[in-house]
């Protein structure tokens, strides 16, 4: 699953570089174009650094919003949409994001591959060090405020769109079913991953023009015109196409977005409902 998911987010990252105005055939042909420079290995730049972050991003973000969660939710009683849900969520976005970030610039700058001079490298270690001599330490937190001003927002849409999805939608099993049979398993499953394809979609259509402009950031070069804020990138890219430059790679964003999120939530609840009898009541 990752590594498909590199496939369509390597497309995303130079989805921006192909003029057409046809979303589909924009994508076919930025897919075209790696393989036509990088081979079949084009398409997985930069699997290596989201393998490592990737466990980590899960890890952290779940982790920090369950314990954020539990203190904001008087026991015995169903989180907040309103307050509990987006609270926690943000705060583990800002979390996640400290962690996230370089992971980010490092695929980032990988997944550009030949298609920029300024960017070409064998793999992450080359990567780091160009990093480190360029820009010295301070360069590994280059589109830190933008991953944050992604992350924060966009969890609270996430993990908010998720349960509201889940308290809606048939087939979630009881928490206090400890035994459920193979079909409300079944039942389970098919609601999380429904709930999960839908929160991730809805999530990276609002966040998509944040996403974007931290990429603009995390592969631009000191001096360049991207160097700057995030603020003032999402202004540039609005003079540049208005919406379209904006929502730049969102096709093949979607694309991604259902399976990855689904597989996601589904991973957790089972392991929740696996490692439920071994917590602490």
């Known amino acids: 699953m990752k590594g498909y998911v590199e496939q369509v987010n390597t497309a995303q990252i130079r989805f921006g570089n192909v003029k057409t105005v046809r979303p589909i055939a924009k994508l076919v042909a930025t897919v075209q174009a790696i393989h036509m420079l990088d081979q079949v290995r084009g398409l997985y730049r930069g ?23 539990a ?35 490092v695929k980032c700058r990988l997944q ?26 301070r360069g590994l937190t280059r589109g830190m405020q933008a991953t944050i001003a992604r992350e924060a927002p966009g969890n609270a849409i996430f993990f908010t769109v998720y349960e509201t ?3 809606t939608f048939p087939g979630k099993t009881a928490p206090d079913n400890p035994s459920p049979n ?16 839908l929160a991730g979609t809805i999530m990276w259509s609002c966040v998509l023009p944040l996403d974007v402009a931290k990429t603009r950031i995390q592969t631009a070069y000191p001096g360049s015109v991207h160097d700057q804020g995030i ?16 929502y730049a790679g969102l096709t093949p964003t979607l694309i991604r977005a259902f399976p990855a999120n689904a597989a996601q939530w589904l991973a957790w609840e089972l392991s929740r409902r696996q490692l439920q009898p071994l917590m602490l009541p």
């Open 47 to 69: 699997l290596a650094a989201p393998l490592v972050g990737g466990a980590l991003e899960t890890g952290i973000s779940y982790t920090v919003y369950t314990y954020t969660l």
């Open 71 to 105: 203190q904001l939710t008087a026991p015995g009683e169903l989180p907040t949409l309103s307050c509990a849900v987006p609270v926690a969520a943000g705060l583990a976005g800002v979390v996640l994001s400290f962690v996230l970030s370089p992971f980010e610039l």
């Open 112 to 137: 550009l591959g030949n298609s920029n001079s300024n960017h070409q490298y064998n793999g992450p270690r080359q990567c780091l060090q160009h990093l480190l001599k360029t820009e010295g330490p």
């Open 165 to 167: 999805l889940r308290r």
């Open 182 to 197: 193979i079909w409300d398993v079944a039942k389970d499953s098919a609601s999380a991953v429904g709930c999960g394809g």
């Open 231 to 246: 603020l003032r990138n999402l202004q540039i890219m609005y003079q540049q196409g208005g919406r379209r430059t904006m």
